[in-house]
């Protein structure tokens, strides 16, 4: 089945030792996102690529950062973890429609959940 | 002022029950909208999406108000598996917008 695949589903790692959380999907998708998500809140969008091309929200850390190497993987490092940063990190991917068809539902994989220690 | 604000309730209403959810968006330039459920300590899933023209799935029926910056979703006869928490979503050329979500329990 099409998918979206995190990796790991739980991430434990101590504090300031850098981590890397994946990413793939079978969708051939051409747009990725990573969500934070804390407890009770909304997830919040980190940044997304518009195929090879990277978007940052202005209000994510420099300590959060993104690669994807090719159209099915998609990777967030965190360089410096924080007890902060202790959270459900999201990916999603959607696809771009034709131009007033409508569409961009985004579909979301099970997410890891991060422990900083 | 958020970009995407609804009330986070929580709705507790009993079984069979008919419910309602708003959400404003504060982006006019705004082109989809959707609504997603999530379970707790689960991912979202899409719920429906939102056309101007209203649509409806089943018991849930969800309207688009653009004038007025507006997503409603309506759920009737509430079951036990509705529990959950319904964000509304907000797209502006690829940058999604989460509302923080409204918390319903259905209850026997």
């Known amino acids: 089945d099409a998918m979206v695949i995190q990796n790991p589903r739980y991430q434990v790692t101590q504090f300031g030792k850098p981590v890397t959380l994946s990413c793939s999907q079978t969708?051939?998708?051409?747009?990725m996102y990573w969500y934070q998500q804390k407890s009770s809140q909304a997830p919040k969008l980190l940044f997304h690529?518009?195929?090879?091309?990277?978007?940052n929200e202005a209000d994510t850390p420099d300590n959060f950062q993104s690669r994807r190497p090719n159209t099915s993987f998609c990777f967030l490092d965190i360089r410096s973890p924080g007890l902060g940063d202790a959270a459900m990190y999201l990916c999603?991917?959607?696809?771009?429609?034709?131009?007033?068809?409508?569409?961009?539902?985004?579909?979301f994989g099970p997410g890891t959940r991060l422990t900083v220690l | 002022r958020k970009e995407v604000e609804q009330d986070p309730g929580p709705f507790n209403v009993p079984e069979g029950a008919t419910v309602a959810f708003n959400c404003t968006y504060s982006?006019?330039?705004?082109?989809?909208f959707f609504w997603y459920r999530q379970d707790c300590r689960k991912e979202p899933k899409l719920l429906m999406s939102?056309?101007?023209s209203g649509n409806e799935d089943g018991r849930f029926t969800a309207q688009l108000n653009r004038a007025s910056q507006y997503i409603s979703l309506l759920i009737r006869d509430s079951k036990l598996s509705d529990s959950a928490t319904y964000l509304c979503?907000?797209?502006?050329?690829?940058?999604?917008?989460f509302g923080a979500g409204t918390r319903l329990t259905v209850k026997p």
């Open positions: 999603a991917t959607s696809r771009v429609p034709p131009a007033g068809t409508g569409g961009n539902e985004q579909f």
């Open positions: 969708l051939n998708h051409n747009v």
């Open positions: 690529y518009y195929d090879k091309d990277f978007n």
């Open positions: 982006n006019s330039a705004s082109q989809s």
């Open positions: 939102v056309y101007s």
């Open positions: 979503v907000v797209n502006n050329n690829n940058d999604m917008r």
